[in-house]
């Protein structure tokens, strides 16, 4: 959400969006918000099916799709330099993006290192 703040909803300067040529704007498109959505409605999935579900391999599920959150905001730091000016608070996104990524992922490691695969035995008597 954060990262999508900064490229959606965050306001743009229009005078450098105007300053990108067409072939800027539509490589922005193709590049990075076209994969934005994909991501957005992937992790949609993901955490709806958290939600609703308690089985062991979702935990696996969402630290996949915290390092492809990751990969994403590493995509669009590599790629989306001439982005930085026509949408100025896209770098303070990206940088809380991987910030937050980063927390999320070692949280979901650590579920996974604290909580065996198998319920605890217990002996009687």
């Given at each position: 959400?954060?990262?999508?703040?900064?490229?959606?909803?965050?306001?743009?300067?229009?005078?450098?969006?105007?300053?990108?040529?067409?072939?800027?704007?539509?490589?922005?498109?193709?590049?990075?918000?076209?994969?934005?959505?994909?991501l957005a409605?992937?992790?949609?999935?993901?955490?709806?099916?958290?939600l609703v579900?308690?089985?062991?391999?979702?935990s696996g599920?969402?630290?996949?799709?915290?390092?492809?959150?990751?990969?994403?905001?590493?995509?669009?730091?590599?790629?989306?330099?001439?982005?930085?000016?026509?949408?100025?608070?896209?770098?303070?996104?990206?940088?809380?993006?991987?910030?937050?990524?980063?927390?999320?992922?070692?949280?979901?490691?650590?579920?996974?290192?604290?909580?065996?695969?198998?319920?605890?035995?217990?002996?009687?008597?």
């Amino acid at each position: 959400m954060i990262l999508g703040y900064g490229l959606r909803f965050s306001r743009p300067d229009r005078e450098a969006w105007g300053e990108l040529e067409a072939g800027g704007r539509f490589g922005a498109f193709i590049l990075i918000y076209l994969p934005f959505y994909f991501l957005a409605l992937v992790l949609a999935v993901v955490v709806v099916l958290a939600l609703v579900s308690t089985r062991g391999w979702l935990s696996g599920l969402l630290t996949t799709a915290a390092v492809g959150v990751a990969l994403f905001a590493c995509w669009v730091a590599l790629i989306g330099t001439p982005l930085f000016e026509a949408q100025p608070h896209l770098l303070a996104s990206l940088i809380w993006s991987l910030a937050a990524d980063g927390v999320a992922f070692v949280a979901l490691v650590g579920v996974w290192l604290t909580h065996p695969d198998h319920p605890a035995r217990t002996v009687n008597g």
